[in-house]
């Protein structure tokens, strides 16, 4: 109920409007976002560095129906390319297809993205398309599959182990060595097309994520597995060590801001770690979607701006 009543308001335009209007709400949404500006986004890569943890960057924003704003999106990531590469770091990109158009024309979307492909390809970055609500889903797959077909190593695609046919696309998406993330699902979805329950979501991404690492064990692809749940982490652990997968062969991601310590646990425990770090003015959505993840981060933003 608190899910959904949660994702609800993270695509309300009212809601959106009053929120954001808070000068105060921008402070607190720091804990998950470092901040709107691309030095407050660098400032971040430099710290999460400095301790051994890598990044994947995000320019907040979704579901654009004006071809202007696509057109911005792309000039900012190409900017982006730029900066980070001038300043050498180790760093992905993730985007959103629905900030590139997609929802104006299949194609022009392609256009754009491959544009981002290229130059991120020119600088050695790599680019993961994020997953967006199951509307989605298949024109994404079909996206990322024509883009790996024109030649583009360089891309990666996130798979949602809470939707049903999540299985049978990671079967086909390994076979084709895909790069591939593997995170739970963050919108609210009907019972017709995911598992309502998150016990059915853990015991997927269980079985998905060993799917991933034996696919990764035979050089097919670089997994990431996308969470901050201790028990699915401790899995994927123990598996690698059974079955003699090397910590080198795939990594753990988790977002920017949340639990930092078992991030740092991870590195020290000698496996790869990468942060998705989002920024930028659009984030309302992003930020309405952790706090429904997790009831006590609305007690943290209702308690913040109470204090202040
Ligand atoms: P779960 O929700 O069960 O949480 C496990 C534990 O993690 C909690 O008990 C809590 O301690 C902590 N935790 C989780 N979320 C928290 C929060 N918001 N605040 C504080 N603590 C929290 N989704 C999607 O649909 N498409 C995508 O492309 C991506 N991309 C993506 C990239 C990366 C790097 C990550 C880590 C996640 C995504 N997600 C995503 C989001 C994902 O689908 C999922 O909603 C969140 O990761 C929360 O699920 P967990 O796996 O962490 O488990």
Not at 185 to 196: D, F, H, L, Q, T
Not at 205 to 216: E, M, N, T
Request: charged content about 25%.
């Amino acid at each position: 109920m608190y899910r959904a009543l949660m994702l609800y308001f993270s695509r309300a335009l009212w809601a959106k409007r009053i929120i954001t209007g808070f000068e105060l709400a921008r402070r607190v949404t720091q804990r998950f976002i470092p901040g709107e500006t691309e030095e407050d986004l660098i400032k971040a890569i430099r710290k999460l560095n400095s301790v051994q943890i890598t990044t994947t960057v995000d320019i907040l924003g979704e579901s654009i129906i004006n071809k202007d704003e696509a057109i911005q999106t792309v000039d900012a990531y190409l900017r982006l390319i730029k900066r980070i590469s001038s300043e050498q770091f180790p760093v992905w990109i993730s985007v959103k297809l629905s900030a590139l158009g997609l929802d104006i024309s299949p194609q022009l979307c392609y256009n754009y993205m491959r544009r981002i492909l290229q130059s991120a390809r020119e600088h050695g970055i790599q680019v993961t398309i994020d997953m967006e609500d199951h509307t989605y889903t298949q024109r994404i797959i079909d996206l990322f599959l024509a883009m790996r077909a024109e030649g583009f190593e360089n891309v990666r695609i996130v798979i949602q182990s809470y939707l049903y046919r999540s299985y049978a696309d990671i079967v086909m998406l390994t076979e084709g060595s895909a790069g591939i993330r593997l995170c739970k699902g963050a919108y609210k979805e009907p019972a017709s097309i995911a598992y309502p329950k998150k016990h059915d979501v853990n015991a997927t991404f269980v079985r998905l994520l060993k799917i991933l690492l034996d696919a990764a064990k035979d050089g097919r692809g670089y997994p990431g597995i996308a969470t901050h749940d201790d028990k699915i982490i401790q899995i994927a652990k123990t598996y690698a060590t059974q079955t003699h997968i090397s910590p080198d062969r795939f990594e753990f991601q988790m977002l920017y801001g949340i639990r930092t310590a078992l991030q740092a646990q991870l590195v020290a425990e000698g496996y790869r770690v990468r942060a998705y770090v989002p920024f930028g003015t659009q984030w309302f959505s992003y930020f309405m979607r952790r706090m429904a993840e997790r009831p006590a981060n609305l007690w943290f933003f209702v308690s913040n701006f109470v204090k202040r």
